[in-house]
Nanobody
Framework: VQLQASGGGLVQAGGSLRLSCAAS????????MGWFRQAPGKEREFVAA????????DYADYVKDRFSISRDNAKNLVYLQMNSLKPEDTAVFYC??????????????????WGQGTQVTVSS
């Protein structure tokens, strides 16, 4: 499985961005998908996850009510809609595909495949 994240960029505080994650090589329809982020000097942290069929989602408290994760299994795509962005959201965002058969999780070690990351910069 190869994952390609895109959609990052520079945006002012309060603005919005939509990240996309395209999966190729093998289907990810049987895998939970997640988004993580890593800011300079900080550890990678969980952002959001969605179950394999898209029926269940989970969000970190610091993005809840601002971010929305979704997936289109017909297109092997996963999205992260980010609204009301804050300067503290500045980070490299990574999409990840979970281990086959595992439910969605906040733990990075249950994600088997990772994309290369896309930079999100929020100016104040």
């Amino acid at each position: 499985v190869q994952l390609q994240a895109s959609g990052g960029g520079l945006v002012q505080a309060g603005g919005s961005l939509r990240l996309s994650c395209a999966a190729s090589g093998r289907t990810v329809t049987n895998r939970a998908m997640g988004w993580f982020r890593q800011a300079p000097g900080k550890e990678r942290e969980f952002v959001a996850a969605v179950s394999s069929r898209g029926g269940t989602t989970d969000y970190a408290d610091y993005v809840k009510d601002r971010f929305s994760i979704s997936r289109d299994n017909a297109k092997n795509l996963v999205y992260l809609q980010m609204n009301s962005l804050k300067p503290e959201d500045t980070a490299v965002f990574y999409c990840a595909a979970g281990l086959a058969g595992f439910a969605y999780s906040r733990r990075p070690n249950v994600y088997e495949y990772w994309g290369q990351g896309t930079q999100v910069t929020v100016s104040s």
